[in-house]
């Protein structure tokens, strides 16, 4: 009985150790089915779809917009932007802390930013090369119109990132949400 009860427990152990990254390989990012090329801004690198082209800041903030290529910009389109501001000298937020901002405090941050309602709000955590990525996605409604929306914060000593998808249902490919991942996942520091 002593002996499986040491059994178990070393077990527990090793998958604890596992799980919480204990001597864990790099991740490994494997290629996307589409054709890829790099994307640069604020000192990061990542790749995008090949086809993607990137359309003028509407935001002012310095985000690099990226739409597919054959997106009718006039119309509307899904999209994926990237925000680098540096904050030089400020040491990232624990993964515990970024989750409870955005858990406590998002959804009455975009009510107040004008959107009607929010739905389907939920907080996540991937793993990347270049670190712990906290993930946020929801549903927005202007107008009557539902935006879902995915965002990647990759916590980084120093900067402020942040990818953002947009989807408004134009079915577009590779979906929004899946460029907006693969950013985050080749994401690295020029």
């Known amino acids: 009985m002593k002996r499986q009860i040491s059994m178990l427990l070393a077990i527990s152990l090793l998958l604890t150790a596992l799980l919480s990254g204990c001597g864990s390989k790099p991740?490994?990012?494997?290629a996307p089915e589409w054709a890829t090329t790099s994307g640069s801004a604020g000192g990061f690198s990542y790749e995008?779809?090949?086809?993607?082209?990137?359309?003028?800041d509407v935001?002012?903030?310095?985000t690099?917009?990226?739409?597919p290529a054959n997106a009718d910009v006039n119309a509307g389109t899904s999209n994926?932007?990237?925000?680098?501001?540096n904050?030089?000298?400020?040491?990232?937020v624990s993964m515990k802390d970024m989750k409870s901002t955005l858990e406590t405090g998002l959804e009455a941050q975009l009510l107040a930013s004008g959107f009607e309602k929010v739905e389907n709000l939920k907080v996540e955590e991937l793993k990347a090369p270049i670190g712990d990525?906290?993930?946020?996605?929801?549903?927005?409604y202007v107008?009557?119109?539902?935006?879902?929306?995915?965002?990647?914060y990759p916590l980084i000593n120093d900067y402020i990132v942040v990818v953002t998808s947009t989807n408004i249902g134009d079915s577009i490919e590779p979906s929004p949400e899946d460029v907006a991942e693969y950013i985050a996942l080749t994401l690295k520091k020029d």
């Open 27 to 30: 991740v490994e990012v494997s």
């Open 48 to 56: 995008v779809p090949a086809d993607w082209t990137t359309t003028a």
């Open 59 to 62: 935001t002012g903030q310095g």
């Open 64 to 67: 690099t917009i990226y739409i």
């Open 80 to 85: 994926v932007n990237i925000l680098v501001q």
């Open 87 to 92: 904050a030089s000298g400020q040491k990232a």
């Open 133 to 140: 990525v906290c993930v946020v996605s929801y549903d927005t």
């Open 143 to 152: 107008s009557g119109t539902k935006f879902t929306q995915k965002q990647f």
